[in-house]
């Protein structure tokens, strides 16, 4: 694309009256670029693209967008913010991708993973082509790659739309976190359904308040737009049940689904709830009528989970028979409530519960089946919210039997100090501190019997441990696996 044609829509900026140029790719990470890259220099929270400039001009970039005059003998394009700037030219670059196919975010505390798969299920079941951007990894069809962050920079995230589109997707799914929205990270991006979870405590160390991190969530549904369309209507997915909702009803021009258990007044309901080792059987009501459902995955909130993305379905005209033929086929998501077996007389779960909320769900949903003891292996990342440290070892001594407190993530923080924040909210209760992870799970294992549950909590489908400056290979499954083989003998 031509530079002059690119920066058009960045008004006002500093007039570019040289000679056009053809700019072959975007970058914002100056290791990337390459001859006829346009440079786009980032003020982070920790590093700041303008120092990178150098790098990105020697390795051939043929212009640069900056927040300050630079002497470079190619153009430099000033802006009042480069962040900001750098969504709507990804958006010119890629050729406005999210307008091309049909775009579902979903937001919340606690099960954007699970809720964006059960509803890749779906789509798939009614023979759409589909994307996913999440937690776990970028996937375009059936082609898996690697993601950092749950969403996306702009520049990235553009650029993998571009090639969904390139692909034939006809429906992308994505989570959309908190910071993605206060940082501007999915500007650009045209959502046609943005679905709500629930909103508990977490990333205060962020947003600072909960008052702050609530609004951080309502910003996707402000974000779908003020029009309507019979066309392609937009639609907001709200949980009835959580009272957050009620404010993202209000907020948004869009039309509304809610869903629920509790409120008999959500228009997509589940009923009868019955939860067994194997699974979740319950009534489904919709305004198509009500219908039996029995799902393979285990626990009140799988069944939020469930009802959300019934309700996307629905907003995306998907005939209900398909929804539910799709979502009992489901057998779960890696790391969300995922058994470990390996020939052992005790269950063992692994669950990517961090918050304390997500840790109650989980133990609670254990003792729905546990028939003797409950063990929880439990710790607390580190450079994170720090006021969630007790609450978690608190949630974990009520609802266990055995609570073991442990590593989880420290990054840059000292293991034993996380600890210790955790112990700060259970004085006087019984617990025991394992610091090394590896050891804790051992140890559990170790003491189990048959009938009990293990419950591995907190890193979930993460495959790696994060010590210092460190990145370590660290698999809750396979240490809960090598663990059992070891019991055995």
Do not use: W
């Not at 066309?231 to 021009?253: F, G, H, M």
């Not at 059987?281 to 959300?308: D, Q």
């Amino acid at each position: 694309m031509q530079l002059k044609k690119l920066i058009e829509s960045l008004q006002p900026y500093t007039v570019y009256d040289g000679e056009d140029i053809e700019i072959v790719s975007i970058e914002n990470d100056n290791r990337k670029v390459t001859k006829g890259s346009l440079f786009i220099c980032i003020k982070g929270f920790t590093v700041d693209g303008h120092q990178f400039a150098k790098q990105a001009y020697e390795a051939g970039a043929a212009a640069i967008l900056a927040e300050k005059p630079l002497d470079f003998p190619i153009p430099v394009i000033v802006v009042k913010d480069t962040k900001k700037a750098s969504s709507i030219l990804a958006d010119a670059f890629y050729e406005h991708p999210t307008k091309k196919l049909q775009l579902i975010g979903i937001t919340g505390t606690n099960g954007k993973t699970t809720t964006s798969h059960l509803i890749e299920a779906i789509l798939k079941e009614a023979n759409q082509k589909t994307g996913i951007i999440g937690t776990m990894y970028t996937k375009i069809n059936d082609e898996i790659q690697e993601t950092k962050n749950t969403t996306p920079e702009p520049v990235t995230l553009q650029k993998i739309f571009y090639e969904m589109v390139e692909k034939e997707v006809e429906t992308a799914v994505m989570e959309v976190s908190s910071h993605a929205l206060v940082e501007g990270r999915v500007h650009g991006c045209d959502y046609d359904v943005a679905v709500f979870t629930n909103l508990s405590q977490d990333h205060l160390d962020f947003h600072g308040t909960m008052e702050e991190y609530k609004r951080a969530k309502g910003l996707l549904f402000t974000r779908l737009g003020n029009t309507f369309s019979q066309e392609k209507p937009k639609y907001a997915i709200l949980n009835s049940d959580d009272p957050v909702s009620c404010e993202y009803e209000q907020q948004t021009a869009a039309l509304v689904l809610t869903y629920g258990i509790d409120n008999e007044e959500a228009d997509i309901r589940a009923k009868n709830i019955q939860i067994h080792a194997l699974g979740t059987t319950f009534e489904l009501e919709t305004p198509f009528g009500e219908f039996p459902v029995s799902i393979k995955m285990i626990g009140k909130f799988n069944v939020y989970n469930v009802l959300a993305s019934i309700a996307a379905g629905i907003a995306i005209r998907i005939p209900v028979s398909i929804i539910i033929k799709a979502i009992e086929k489901v057998e779960g998501v890696a790391g969300r409530f995922e058994a470990v077996y390996n020939g052992q007389n005790f269950a063992v779960i692994v669950d990517y519960s961090h918050t304390p909320d997500s840790l109650e769900n989980a133990l609670k949903t254990v003792k729905e089946f546990a028939k003797n003891d409950i063990y929880v292996i439990v710790g607390c990342g580190g450079d994170r919210d720090k006021t969630k440290r007790p609450l978690m070892a608190k949630i974990a001594c009520e609802h266990a039997t055995h609570a073991i407190f442990t590593s989880d993530n420290p990054r840059s923080e000292d293991p034993a100090q996380i600890l210790k924040d955790m112990e700060e909210g259970v004085r006087g209760e019984k617990y025991i501190l394992i610091e090394d992870r590896k050891e804790a799970i051992f140890y559990a294992v170790e003491q189990a019997k048959e009938g009990d549950v293990i419950l591995i909590a907190g890193k979930g489908h993460e495959t790696y441990q994060l010590i210092g400056s460190k990145v370590l290979d660290f698999d809750d499954r396979l240490v809960a696996k090598e663990a059992i083989e070891e019991q055995k003998k």
